[in-house]
């Protein structure tokens, strides 16, 4: 196949999303290396995701073009050989192993508290939103924050176990509007290390530690994007040991991105340069994962609300990067922008979701009413 054949190709799958190579609306690509055709038909999303890096093509807007490339289901009509070796590699091996999620987190929340300073809102909550009646970043963390906080009926003096508490936001939020007690866990040092200060004076713990080790009983369990880094092996093992931490009245409020379909690897491209091995669960891999664990109170999707955050936390990153370029440099640009407007756009198609769901040891008294 010629290089006119491959251009060709791409251009018909191109339009079947209405877009066009070197068009003037905004979510036409810009294409400035005629090599990007046989690069995507052989390497697929990792192949587009790097050419962007490379500066091989551009788009005014890239969440726009890829909203439209997922509602074509694009990504279904090209099927590299990269995909299948990274779909073989998931089925064989445990890739969210102990030894393995220390070194898997750092390659991305280790890479400096600056970006994510500029990048988050004021607590650093790196998890979507709520925007209910919130008009910028700051309000719809809050927002979504107590809404978790009624989710769990939360009382004061409860002790609350937060699995995977970033850079302690949650902690703090807890322990200041609420009085009750939170152990935090996080397998990032730089994240453990900025949250015991960011929690300094509040009944906050915070540990380096890996969830499958921990231990305690707790009237409240709380994790908020975190089962995203658990694995579909270990999904079951992510439950019992939650199941074993929760008091037998206790609430375990959930927070994931999910996906529409069970899938045991993720897009390559965010898997190699993004999050390590991180994989998002489908719905039936999460109903699997809690038979005869928990029962199912509540669940409740504002996936929609992602869109609009990720474009927040691009915005803020837009407008912090000369404050930031001098020590990232431009390729880390490309890279970071790649990936903000890239998710963005899986939100938009609806592609991604995202839920918060509420379990209980044995089904709460009476009857649960889910807040909203």
Request: charge should be positive; glycine fraction near 8%.
């Amino acid at each position: 196949m010629g290089s006119t054949k491959f251009r060709n190709k791409i251009e018909h799958l191109l339009s079947l999303a209405d877009v066009q190579i070197n068009g003037g609306r905004p979510w036409d690509i810009q294409v400035y290396n005629e090599k990007l055709y046989q690069r995507v038909l052989a390497q697929g999303s990792l192949g587009l995701g790097e050419a962007y890096m490379d500066g091989w093509w551009d788009c005014e807007k890239l969440d726009e073009f890829i909203c439209r490339v997922l509602k074509a289901n694009l990504d279904a009509k090209i099927n590299p050989w990269a995909e299948f070796f990274s779909l073989l590699k998931a089925r064989l091996f445990n890739l969210q192993k102990p030894s393995s999620c220390f070194t898997d987190c750092q390659h991305h929340y280790d890479i400096g508290n600056d970006l994510y300073k500029c990048m988050l809102d004021k607590l650093r909550i790196y998890s979507c939103g709520y925007w209910e009646n919130a008009s910028c970043l700051d309000e719809a963390q809050e927002k979504k924050l107590d809404l978790v906080c009624r989710k769990l009926l939360l009382k004061p003096g409860m002790r609350i176990l937060d699995i995977g508490c970033g850079w302690g936001g949650t902690a703090k939020f807890i322990a200041e509007n609420y009085q009750a007690e939170i152990v935090g866990i996080t397998v990032s040092e730089k994240q453990a290390q900025f949250a015991e200060k960011f929690c300094h004076g509040l009944p906050v713990e915070i540990r380096l530690e890996d969830y499958r080790s921990l231990k305690g009983a707790f009237d409240r369990i709380v994790s908020l994007g975190m089962i995203e880094h658990v694995g579909y092996k270990n999904y079951k093992t992510f439950m019992r040991v939650a199941r074993r931490c929760l008091k037998e009245n206790g609430i375990f409020v959930l927070q994931t991105i999910g996906g529409n379909c069970s899938m045991r690897s993720v897009d390559p491209w965010i898997s190699r340069y993004i999050f390590p091995n991180y994989v998002l669960p489908s719905a039936k891999q999460i109903n699997d994962a809690i038979e005869n664990v928990f029962v199912l109170e509540d669940w409740h999707n504002f996936g929609p609300d992602y869109d609009r955050t990720l474009m927040h936390w691009f915005q803020n990153f837009q407008n912090s990067w000369n404050d930031l370029k001098d020590k990232y440099g431009e390729r880390f640009y490309r890279m970071w922008k790649y990936y903000l407007l890239f998710c963005a756009g899986t939100f938009r198609a609806r592609f991604n979701q995202l839920w918060q769901i509420v379990l209980s040891p044995k089904g709460v008294s009476g009857r649960y009413c889910a807040p909203r």
